[in-house]
């Protein structure tokens, strides 16, 4: 079992959809969560950052992560096609340490 | 730009031949890490500096692979005898500790080196 599971899609929603892509963990002493969007042929690129359990809020963006589940999830409101990318979650258990990714989720915004 | 750069952007290679790649972190970030990412994957760590010293390597850095970061500003990644399993996209990440307020650590990437081994 890999250390984080995340469903590699590809996920295709209309435009204006709420989407959720979600990531599993096996290590409970992550304590800190990431979002990336990774377009393609590019670097990955910071969406959301949170720390331990709960909800953090960002434009159309939401991140929730429960760390009694080792459960974490991105919603996209009113998504546009321009959202169409992969979403890598990421997590580490220190601050400073290196980050452990899940494989990403490609997702597709059809306008 | 102020963001990480990476040199080249691409990289074709024969195999057996050796490559180096630099990185350019954010000016003021004293970590840098370097992770490899293979079609349909997840970026896998292989090493991280904080200043000059290299602070951890992974498994998958093999004797091959060689990192320095001599002055704590740039880095360089060699791999030595290249093989074809090593085509892939290279990035670079830096972080900092915040002074004083909230220490996040966030890690920006650059936009990678995608290297092609024939």
């Known amino acids: 079992q890999k250390e984080v599971e995340q469903d590699p899609g590809p996920l295709s929603v209309p435009e204006g959809a709420i989407v959720s892509l979600n990531c599993t963990y096996s290590n409970s002493a992550f304590q800190y969560f990431m979002w990336y969007r990774q377009y393609s042929r590019k670097g990955p690129e910071l969406l959301m950052y949170?720390?331990?359990?709960g909800n953090k809020e960002d434009g159309r963006f939401t991140a929730q992560v429960d760390k009694s589940s080792k459960y974490i999830s991105l919603f996209i409101r009113d998504s546009q096609p321009s959202d169409s990318a992969t979403y890598l979650c990421?997590?580490?258990?220190?601050?400073?340490?290196?980050?452990?990714f899940g494989p990403g989720t490609r997702l597709s915004v059809l306008p | 730009d102020t963001g990480v750069s990476q040199d080249p952007r691409h990289k074709i290679t024969k195999r057996g031949q050796n490559v180096t790649f630099r990185c350019d972190p954010i000016?003021?970030?004293?970590?840098l890490y370097w992770y490899r990412q293979t079609l349909g994957q997840g970026p896998e760590f292989l090493t991280y500096f904080q200043n000059e010293a290299q602070l951890e390597k992974s498994r998958l850095l093999s004797d091959r692979f060689s990192a320095e970061r001599p002055k704590g500003s740039f880095s360089t990644l060699e791999i030595q005898r290249t093989e074809q399993g090593d085509s892939a996209m290279y990035l670079c990440?830096?972080?900092?500790?915040?002074?004083?307020?909230?220490?996040?650590?966030?890690?920006?990437f650059g936009p990678g080196t995608r290297l092609t081994v024939l």
């Open positions: 000016s003021e970030h004293n970590r």
């Open positions: 949170t720390y331990s359990s």
């Open positions: 990421a997590m580490s258990a220190r601050l400073g340490q290196n980050f452990v």
């Open positions: 990440a830096s972080s900092s500790r915040l002074a004083g307020g909230l220490r996040t650590d966030t890690q920006y």
